[in-house]
């Protein structure tokens, strides 16, 4: 996970945008030379915006609230969220650019469209298959479990 704060105004959205363009490519880049073809793997994305006690899906055809519930199995549910599938660099940073252009922005003093809200990028990975080293390990060994979600962005 990596969390960005500071000052309006001091680079944060800046310094992320590279930490996202770099971190896209090189996960797709591991991917690709562990499942060429990816056959075994899929990937699945999550947007969504925390506003006060609220949350919102950034990457459905609106903007609307959903929940977020805690699991057994320790997996975060977003219920009422699009969770599409990416399968390279660039429909992820496609996808990531749809849900910045959603977010709420209020004008301040130092900046006309600062966020007023902290938004959570959630790219989770399957891989189906027995799993290999460092790849992450299968739970239980089930077939198609999620690896785990990766927080690439909290911005």
Same mark, same amino acid.
């Given at each position: 996970?990596?969390?960005?704060?500071?000052?309006?105004?001091?680079?944060?959205?800046?310094?992320?945008?590279?930490?996202?363009?770099?971190?896209?490519?090189?996960?797709?880049?591991?991917?690709?030379?562990?499942?060429?073809?990816?056959?075994?793997?899929?990937?699945?994305?999550?947007?969504?915006?925390?506003?006060?006690?609220?949350?919102?899906?950034? !990457? $459905?055809?609106? #903007? =609307?609230?959903? %929940?977020?519930? *805690?699991?057994?199995?320790?997996?975060?549910?977003?219920?009422?969220?699009?969770?599409?599938?990416?399968?390279?660099?660039?429909?992820?940073?496609?996808?990531?650019? !749809? $849900?910045?252009? #959603? =977010?709420?922005? %209020?004008?301040? *003093?130092?900046?006309?469209?600062?966020?007023?809200?902290?938004?959570?990028?959630?790219?989770?990975?399957?891989?189906?298959?027995?799993?290999?080293?460092?790849?992450?390990?299968?739970?239980?060994?089930?077939?198609?479990?999620?690896?785990?979600?990766?927080?690439?962005?909290?911005?």
């Amino acid at each position: 996970a990596m969390f960005m704060y500071g000052q309006t105004g001091s680079g944060k959205t800046h310094t992320m945008s590279s930490i996202e363009e770099m971190g896209s490519e090189q996960l797709f880049a591991e991917l690709r030379q562990r499942d060429p073809e990816f056959a075994r793997t899929q990937v699945s994305v999550a947007f969504f915006e925390i506003a006060g006690k609220k949350c919102f899906d950034l !990457l $459905g055809h609106k #903007r =609307r609230e959903i %929940q977020l519930k *805690d699991s057994d199995d320790g997996y975060v549910h977003l219920q009422g969220a699009e969770e599409p599938g990416v399968y390279s660099a660039e429909e992820l940073r496609d996808l990531v650019a !749809l $849900g910045k252009s #959603r =977010r709420a922005t %209020q004008a301040t *003093d130092i900046n006309a469209s600062s966020s007023r809200s902290h938004a959570v990028l959630r790219i989770t990975i399957h891989h189906q298959g027995e799993p290999e080293e460092g790849f992450g390990r299968a739970i239980e060994g089930e077939e198609g479990t999620p690896l785990g979600g990766v927080v690439l962005s909290a911005i």
